[in-house]
């Protein structure tokens, strides 16, 4: 893998515990409430993720680069802070960023398909993330999804004095290491997610379940996950859980917009996330499902298939634009469409304000609408264009 010359971390990062998150999926959710969690400990949590820098809920009016990252941080310093949760993309670890800003504790959420376009091959990828746990240091602790079928891979390059913690969610199938924090049971409603937990060695006097407003099965992985990065840094179970109640999942993340009938914004825009983002809707679903969704131009062009097929649960489709960049719209719908199994009844609609709006309206008082793969974005990249676009505001107001 390439290397770039990286910076010596200043001197202050010693006052700081890090907490890195990378994976395909979960890496945003992961993080903010691991930085929720670690504030029960000590005030102000530096948080450090693709929506933006912050210091507890307060956003920082930083630049989202190096330079922005490390003044977050002198200002979590300069305002008595001890713990940073970071989320931590491919192209960062790739750049050098774990050599950078070593983080104590690293978390790996899961690996899917995506982001081949920058990265060549699945194990190029994959050797990108794997820059988080070789950097970890002698007395740290990884932190792993037990049900990925990658994690061993990971466990592999895990230097020698590095404690390793792992858990798990039934729904991801067979565990692939021992798993040390196990959900027996995960249910779902319009108002939460509840995991029941198993008899757990690493902490064996912790609470029974966790509950998190959020909705989904990917929602309580990322509770796991972030639950274990809090007690690893020192922060008692107990407190570790009751944050994670007021642990809401950030903007655009099966987002409910709209009730009577459902609507829902998620940025699910992968073949995985798409499939588990359908799946938490199907339970809850009392009448039709139907998805409304396109994918990026010039992105990872292999997956549109497979998105396809992972659609394929719903009763209806409609396919739109996503962010087209300087492609054909028309020619990525097909693409999805080619992997679309027989059942639903599909329809394409690329203008995508329109296909939200005529699509929610066109629903009974029982159907669930979900509109998938740009979640909290507010602007459509068309060609070179920026336009104003929000799939939040739109189903809002054809909600109304």
Same mark, same amino acid.
């Given at each position: 893998?390439?290397?770039?010359?990286?910076?010596?971390?200043?001197?202050?990062?010693?006052?700081?515990?890090? =907490?890195?998150?990378?994976? +395909?999926?979960?890496?945003?959710?992961?993080?903010?409430?691991?930085?929720?969690?670690?504030?029960?400990?000590?005030?102000?949590?530096?948080?450090?993720?693709?929506?933006?820098?912050?210091?507890?809920?307060?956003?920082?009016?930083?630049?989202? %680069?190096?330079?922005?990252?490390?003044?977050?941080?002198?200002?979590?310093?300069?305002?008595?802070?001890?713990?940073?949760?970071?989320?931590?993309?491919?192209?960062?670890?790739?750049?050098?960023?774990?050599?950078?800003?070593?983080?104590?504790?690293?978390?790996?959420? @899961?690996? %899917?398909?995506?982001? $081949?376009?920058?990265?060549? %091959?699945?194990?190029?990828?994959?050797?990108?993330?794997?820059?988080?746990?070789?950097?970890?240091?002698?007395?740290?602790? &990884?932190?792993? @999804?037990?049900?990925?079928?990658?994690?061993? $891979?990971? !466990?592999?390059?895990?230097?020698?004095?590095?404690?390793?913690?792992?858990?798990?969610?039934?729904?991801?199938?067979? &565990?692939?290491?021992?798993?040390?924090?196990?959900?027996?049971? *995960?249910?779902?409603?319009?108002?939460?997610?509840?995991?029941?937990?198993?008899?757990?060695?690493?902490?064996?006097?912790?609470?029974?379940? #966790?509950? *998190?407003?959020?909705?989904?099965?990917?929602? !309580?992985? @990322?509770?796991?996950?972030?639950?274990?990065? &809090?007690? &690893?840094?020192?922060?008692?179970?107990?407190?570790?859980?009751?944050?994670?109640?007021?642990?809401?999942?950030?903007?655009?993340?099966?987002?409910?917009? !709209?009730?009577?009938?459902?609507?829902?914004?998620?940025?699910?825009?992968?073949?995985?996330?798409?499939?588990?983002?359908?799946?938490?809707?199907?339970? #809850?679903?009392?009448?039709?499902?139907?998805? *409304?969704?396109?994918?990026?131009?010039?992105?990872?062009?292999?997956?549109?298939?497979?998105?396809?097929?992972?659609?394929? =649960?719903?009763?209806?489709?409609? $396919? +739109?634009?996503? @962010?087209?960049?300087?492609?054909?719209?028309?020619?990525?719908?097909?693409?999805?469409?080619?992997?679309?199994?027989?059942?639903?009844?599909?329809?394409?609609?690329?203008?995508?304000?329109? !296909?939200? %709006?005529?699509?929610?309206?066109?629903?009974?008082?029982?159907?669930?609408?979900?509109?998938?793969?740009?979640?909290?974005? +507010?602007?459509?990249?068309?060609?070179?264009?920026?336009?104003?676009?929000?799939?939040?505001?739109?189903?809002?107001?054809?909600?109304?």
């Amino acid at each position: 893998m390439p290397s770039l010359e990286v910076p010596a971390p200043p001197a202050f990062k010693a006052q700081l515990t890090t =907490v890195g998150v990378t994976g +395909t999926n979960g890496k945003t959710t992961t993080t903010a409430w691991a930085a929720r969690a670690l504030g029960a400990l000590h005030r102000p949590v530096a948080r450090s993720t693709t929506v933006g820098l912050y210091l507890d809920e307060r956003e920082l009016e930083l630049p989202k %680069s190096y330079d922005g990252f490390i003044a977050a941080m002198r200002a979590c310093v300069d305002g008595g802070g001890r713990h940073v949760a970071v989320e931590l993309t491919s192209e960062a670890l790739l750049r050098g960023f774990a050599k950078a800003w070593p983080p104590e504790i690293g978390v790996f959420t @899961n690996l %899917s398909h995506d982001h $081949l376009d920058a990265h060549g %091959s699945p194990e190029h990828y994959l050797a990108s993330k794997a820059q988080l746990f070789m950097a970890l240091p002698r007395g740290g602790t &990884a932190i792993l @999804n037990a049900r990925d079928e990658t994690a061993p $891979l990971l !466990a592999d390059v895990i230097p020698a004095g590095v404690r390793v913690w792992t858990y798990g969610v039934p729904s991801r199938g067979e &565990a692939a290491l021992a798993v040390d924090l196990d959900a027996t049971e *995960v249910t779902t409603s319009w108002t939460g997610t509840t995991m029941r937990l198993a008899q757990s060695n690493v902490i064996p006097f912790g609470p029974s379940a #966790l509950w *998190v407003p959020a909705i989904g099965q990917i929602f !309580a992985e @990322n509770a796991l996950a972030a639950y274990l990065a &809090a007690v &690893a840094a020192g922060v008692s179970p107990f407190a570790a859980a009751g944050a994670l109640v007021e642990a809401v999942a950030p903007p655009g993340r099966f987002e409910v917009v !709209a009730r009577q009938p459902y609507g829902v914004v998620d940025f699910a825009h992968t073949p995985d996330a798409i499939e588990r983002t359908l799946r938490t809707a199907r339970a #809850l679903c009392r009448g039709r499902l139907v998805i *409304v969704f396109g994918a990026g131009g010039k992105r990872d062009v292999h997956k549109r298939a497979a998105m396809g097929r992972a659609a394929s =649960v719903c009763d209806a489709v409609v $396919l +739109t634009s996503d @962010n087209p960049r300087d492609e054909d719209p028309a020619a990525i719908a097909e693409a999805i469409r080619a992997g679309i199994e027989p059942g639903p009844e599909v329809t394409l609609e690329l203008d995508r304000r329109r !296909a939200i %709006s005529d699509t929610y309206r066109g629903l009974g008082p029982e159907d669930v609408l979900v509109v998938a793969g740009r979640g909290h974005e +507010t602007h459509q990249q068309i060609g070179e264009e920026r336009v104003p676009l929000s799939d939040v505001e739109v189903l809002r107001e054809a909600a109304r």
